[in-house]
């Protein structure tokens, strides 16, 4: 019953140990700089295209379902752009975008290192002598850092357009209507709140899944396991911190 109760604690403290090893290195950066901008590629380069497709989508349904439910000759349409554009920078675009990459960059980072593990080879970068905390750890937490936010703004910029295309050719409003909204209730820290929102969500997912590949046991079955886990874990992290930088921010 103890050994259960401290369970979580003691998950706590390897995870903060973890990351400070692999923070403590962070001047040694260059070392590792091919494996860095690798991970950039890989994390961000790479998810354009599905999350410019969920994106988008999302707008236009947002668009959609907007003009649905203010469907009133006393509600002008341009309240359809200050509703979805505000939308789309405060809430879909970093949390949608971060339920997506929890699955395709956390998922496959769990999976490298969990089968690293199990096959021994992180034990053979450390007796080769590298650090394989910060060789592995370190450049994959810091491209989620720097490349979601990057993702962040992809995903409002096309959202807001797929907005505005489905409300034009829908017949829903004007492209002009729609922008002539946006711009009425805009507010400069919107973007900023998306952008904070999109750096704390690289950080979990990239740091979940190494925590949960690195400590993989068990053969295939780990490495099955801690990919499902690492997933699972980090959308759950991502719906506590979304609350949690909402009723502190806002």
Request: charge should be negative; aromatic fraction near 10%.
């Amino acid at each position: 019953m103890l050994d259960r109760l401290l369970s979580p604690v003691q998950t706590l403290g390897k995870f903060a140990l973890l990351l400070a090893r692999a923070f403590s290195s962070i001047d040694e950066i260059g070392t590792y700089w091919k494996n860095f901008i690798d991970q950039m590629v890989r994390i961000g380069i790479d998810s354009i295209p599905i999350v410019a497709l969920s994106s988008a989508f999302s707008g236009a349904v947002l668009t959609v379902q907007t003009a649905y439910q203010l469907e009133t000759s006393f509600i002008p349409n341009s309240i359809i752009g200050s509703i979805v554009v505000p939308s789309m920078m405060l809430e879909l675009a970093a949390v949608i975008t971060g339920f997506i990459l929890a699955g395709r960059v956390g998922a496959r980072i769990a999976a490298e290192l969990g089968t690293m593990r199990v096959s021994e080879q992180i034990d053979a970068l450390e007796a080769m002598g590298l650090n394989s905390i910060s060789y592995l750890i370190l450049p994959r937490v810091l491209a989620g850092v720097i490349m979601f936010p990057v993702l962040y703004v992809a995903a409002c910029l096309i959202g807001i357009s797929g907005g505005v295309a489905i409300g034009h050719f829908g017949g829903f409003l004007s492209a002009q209507e729609f922008l002539d909204g946006a711009r009425q209730f805009f507010k400069p820290f919107d973007p900023f709140f998306g952008l904070i929102k999109s750096v704390t969500f690289g950080f979990i997912i990239t740091a979940v899944a190494c925590y949960k590949g690195y400590f993989t046991t068990g053969g295939a079955e780990g490495v099955g396991d801690a990919t499902t886990e690492a997933a699972v874990q980090s959308c759950v992290f991502i719906l506590i911190a979304d609350l949690i930088l909402a009723m502190l921010l806002l």
